[in-house]
């Protein structure tokens, strides 16, 4: 069982940037992939950013590709979405999510929902004009 609780959300200009964080806490954490993804008003949630078990990989979302880096620290069993030049439309709310991918599982899976079985409850990224 892993549970996580993100932090790090807030209000933030156009332009601007912040660092999610999510902490993680059962034993077999280091052995997951991780993903972010984030949901607006009215909106489906949507696959923002992803990285292997071992971060020999990582995946992004079109839209935010150049602008949001995820990283792990598995001695602290964190994850971090470092976010820059932060547009309005990235405002949502961001969860944190933890899954175990199978060995052959190619990068569409990790953009799936569906193959996260563990979720933060979330924190809300508001980006001003």
């Known amino acids: 069982q892993v549970q996580l609780v993100e932090s790090g959300g807030g209000l933030v200009q156009a332009g601007g940037s912040l660092r999610l964080s999510c902490a993680a806490s059962?034993?077999?954490?280091?052995?997951?992939?991780v993903g972010w993804f984030r949901q607006a008003p009215a909106k489906e949630r949507e696959f923002v950013a992803a990285?292997?078990?071992?971060?020999?990989?990582?995946y992004y979302a079109d839209s935010v590709k150049g602008r949001f880096t995820i990283s792990r620290d598995n001695a602290k069993n964190t994850v971090y979405l470092r976010m820059n030049s932060l547009k309005p439309e990235d405002a949502a709310v961001y969860y944190c999510?933890?899954?175990?991918?199978?060995?052959?599982?190619?990068?569409?899976?990790?953009?799936?929902?569906?193959?996260?079985?563990?979720w933060g409850q979330g924190t809300q990224v508001t980006v001003s004009s």
């Open positions: 999510a933890a899954g175990a991918m199978d060995p052959f599982d190619g990068s569409v899976s990790y953009t799936r929902a569906f193959k996260y079985a563990y």
């Open positions: 059962g034993r077999s954490f280091s052995r997951y992939a």
């Open positions: 990285m292997r078990w071992d971060g020999s990989s990582t």
